[in-house]
């Protein structure tokens, strides 16, 4: 019988540690170049009570997290508008994060972005890091690519005789959200939507029945998930609501992973997307009236 020598033990456990690093390597391979790249559209339909008739059937390209200070996700956004477009919905809507830190890749933003377009338009709220970038240098570049922002304010979508309040508020990290004044003037008796980077803000959203709907962005799902789908790291202020759709009382929350990343540029188990909303009345509150 042949009797392992401990050279030849050593030779075994070299053997193993490099299977394991070269199976490390090509994990983060994948995750850096090639599920960065695999982009997805995720469609689902909200049903809101108390939706106007006209806006059955109504859809809304959501997208977050473009992170244009990050060489991967500005080279990228061509093709991510080219998809969004091809869609053609009624409305776009970005909650968030156009900058990375001080690696803001804010002088690309208006070439890339003005591309964007929608019968309702494309409208956006702040995110933590355009804070951090500045603000005022954010929202400069959002007026020059046509976008509209939503800075505790809100806009009136029409069709016909019926409306829909679309709100925005500042970033629950970094801004000053105002909910009551993002939602002054807005009907007691129809659903709004809300726009908020931060998913964690829903529970103070859902304190006021006139909000349906909150989108957010800010967790990017974790960028890196074990099997299943639960991430790694979350960031403060998208802890309690990580990515897809959730119930808070009467509010649906609605959270996309994004379509960039932070400045690690690497997603596992967490392809980037962007969603397609489509709008629709709730049957179970259209026999109640």
Known sequence: ??????????????????????????????????????????????????????FEGY????????????????????????AVQRERPDLIVLTGDFATGTRDGLTEGPALLSALRALDGVWAVLGNHDHVAGANRVTTMLDAAGIGLLHNTSH???????????AGVDDAVQGAPDLRAALEGAPPDQPAILLAHTPDFAPR????????????????????????GRPLVLPRGGKAYPAGLYAIGDLQLFVTVGTGTSWLVARLNCRP????????????????V
């Open 1 to 54: 019988m042949k009797v392992l020598t401990t050279d030849g033990a050593a030779l075994g456990r070299a053997r193993v540690i490099s299977a394991l690093a070269g199976a490390a390597l090509a994990l983060a391979g994948y995750a850096w170049q090639v599920e960065t790249r695999r982009l997805r559209i995720t469609r689902l339909t909200i049903r809101l009570p108390g939706l106007p008739p006209a």
């Open 59 to 82: 859809r809304i390209a959501h997208l977050s997290d473009l992170h244009l200070g990050v060489r991967m996700n500005y080279a990228r956004l061509p093709l991510i508008v080219a």
């Open 156 to 166: 009136t979508l029409r069709r016909g005789d019926d409306t829909l309040v679309l």
């Open 205 to 228: 959203a859902a304190a006021d029945p006139r909000v349906a709907l909150q989108l957010s962005g800010h967790s990017h799902g974790g960028q890196v998930c074990l099997p299943g």
């Open 273 to 288: 997307e962007f969603a397609m909303i489509t709008l629709a009345a709730d049957p179970a509150q259209q026999k109640i």
